[in-house]
């Protein structure tokens, strides 16, 4: 399993390793430009898009072997990029120094310069690229096993190429998909997009992705132990690399091969295809490809009891492990060898051998020890970061509840302050009518009042009428009784 996992593994380096969402043609006719050629067009055009295209191939050429010497390009083509204002450039130069930060492990500064190509490549509305900075940062977080971040990005690039209908890039990505359902486990999921990018890539002919597709298809049901199936599938694949002469491929799936009858404990036929994959590796001087390979061959030579074989497909293994510093293979071969030369009496060799396993065997445990410290490192920062936003969305959620209260609050004071209001002018309002009514009552006293007085002096000048009228009376009765009197008196006399 672990060996079918290490191939899957070298076919997604082989299919992404250089992803910029060059068609698979395209890809394969930048290998043979040369070197030389790329320099001078670099040196004559230091100052234009002709300078950095040539500067951004030569990074390709040197990407795979000397990682750092491919970013010094990409600076270089980032500096003339910023000079010319090339926003697209300067997209494609951040993210193609993204990718080679990715490749060698250095996500912190990988992620630094795929977010600085999103900035460029939003910047200069170029769609195009803005899907190939997804598409790569979807890779970032493939690589770092952020798998759910992984198929966000990819699905925003997905997007993107559909609205405009770019098939042959979405057919790459396809293939992305499926690699990170694949290792998620959810098989059916990963042949499901497999199936979809196989689709596009029939209809454009690109056999080389067709070949690759296989390969993976056949990945997925050797991990399901439907090993049938996975050969039809390997056994196509093989067809195709045939006919496009990609020997690194043929090599690749004849070793797959053998692996699948070295699980249906056909030895024979296993170290058969071994042997062929061998030759191929030998031809095309795939040194790592060789010591693997020679491994699984000395592997198959003990199960068959030809052990003088395979100590001699061990020892060979070891020399080219040692010079390809591959601590895995070093540490398989050393203990065979330790073993060999024991049961052959061999005590010097045996012990030497038995030393060099408890070397590589500490090398290999303190290389997995770094990779495990730094796994862990990722995740505490990923953790870390999660809770910063965790903190954020919880303190946002405070700042919104005290918000709503505030806002709460207000509502309530406008609706005291508005009923306030509303009694205020309804008291005023009473305040007005009962003025007003007390002013009319205070009009009509004094109305009364008048007229009262009026009547009075009416009253009094009646009164004084009549007592004058009374006297005058009076006054005229005593003079008549008078006049009487004298009249009664004169009478008598």
Known sequence: MKS???????????????????SSAQMRESTTLKIDSLKTQALQHHADTIGIKALIQMSKEYSRSYPDTAIIFLKKAA???????????????????????????????????????????????????????????????????????????????VEILESIKDQDKISTIYNNIA?????????????E????????????????????TYNNIANVFTAMNKFDQALGYLNNSYSLALEINDLFGQALLLNNIGNIYQKKFDNTKALSYFNKSLSIKREINDLRGIANTLNKVSEVYTILGRHDDAMKSNLECYKIALQTKSYGVLYNASS???????????????????????????????????????????????????SQIEGLEKDKK??????????????????IIIISLVGIALLLLLSFLIFRTYKEKKRAHELIQIQKHLVEEKQKEILDSIHYAKRIQTALMSNEKYINKNLTRLHKN
């Open 4 to 22: 079918i996992f290490i191939n899957y593994i070298k076919l997604i380096w082989i299919n992404l390793l250089l992803f910029s969402f060059a």
């Open 79 to 157: 500096v003339i990029a910023k000079k010319i204002k090339s926003l697209p450039f300067l997209a494609k130069c951040n993210t193609a120094i993204g990718i080679n930060f990715n490749n060698n492990h250095l996500s912190d500064s990988a992620i630094v310069y795929l977010q600085k190509a999103l900035v460029f490549a939003t910047e200069s509305k170029n769609v195009k690229i803005l899907a190939d900075v997804f598409a790569n940062t979807g890779l970032y977080y493939f690589n770092i096993s952020q798998n759910n971040n992984a198929l966000k990005y990819y699905y925003k690039a």
């Open 179 to 191: 690699n990170v359902y694949f290792i998620l486990k959810k098989y059916e999921k990963a042949i």
């Open 193 to 212: 997009f497999y199936q979809k990018s196989i689709t596009i890539a029939l209809r454009l002919g690109d056999k080389y992705r067709i070949a690759s």
């Open 336 to 386: 065979d060898l330790a073993n060999g030369y024991k049961k052959t009496g061999n005590y010097k060799e045996a012990l030497f051998y038995f030393e060099e396993y408890a070397r590589f065997h500490d090398s290999l445990t303190n290389e997995n020890n770094a990779k495990a410290v730094e796994e862990l490192t990722k995740k505490y920062e990923t953790v870390k970061k999660e």
């Open 398 to 415: 405070i700042g919104e509840i005290e918000i709503k209260k505030q806002l709460s609050n207000i509502r309530q004071q406008r609706i």
